[in-house]
């Protein structure tokens, strides 16, 4: 088993930034690709980012690419989701999912671990 806890949401101004941090416990962090989705109200569940395990490759959503920035530490066990220039359509509960692997992952259902979720609200 893989436990994540997500921190670092919050309100905040459009135009403004959040770095969404999410430490893993209970395997060896390194062995897994990370990901992050997000979940607004009566919206599916989409995906974000992802990171493999050493973090030499990442993938973003097409419509995220500038604005956000995934990476990882392994010696922390964590990852972490730089979001700049938030927009209130970026309000949404984030998670992140740990799936084991070497590569990196898009999809929800291939992730075998999720964490609890954290809020951001984005105020226009």
């Known amino acids: 088993q893989v436990q994540l806890v997500e921190s670092g949401g919050g309100l905040v101004q459009a135009g403004g930034s959040l770095t969404l941090s999410c430490a893993a416990s209970?395997?060896?962090?390194?062995?897994?690709?990370m990901g992050w989705f997000r979940q607004a109200p009566g919206k599916d569940r989409e995906f974000v980012a992802t990171?493999?395990?050493?973090?030499?490759?990442?993938y973003y959503a097409d419509s995220l690419k500038g604005r956000f920035t995934i990476s990882r530490y392994n010696t922390k066990n964590t990852v972490y989701l730089q979001m700049n220039s938030l927009k209130p359509e970026d309000t949404a509960v984030y998670y992140c999912?740990?799936?084991?692997?070497?590569?990196?992952?898009?999809?929800?259902?291939?992730?075998?671990?999720w964490g609890q979720g954290t809020q951001v609200t984005v105020s226009s």
């Open positions: 999912a740990a799936k084991g692997g070497t590569y990196y992952y898009t999809l929800s259902k291939e992730y075998d671990f």
């Open positions: 209970g395997r060896t962090f390194s062995n897994y690709a």
């Open positions: 990171i493999n395990w050493s973090g030499s490759l990442t």
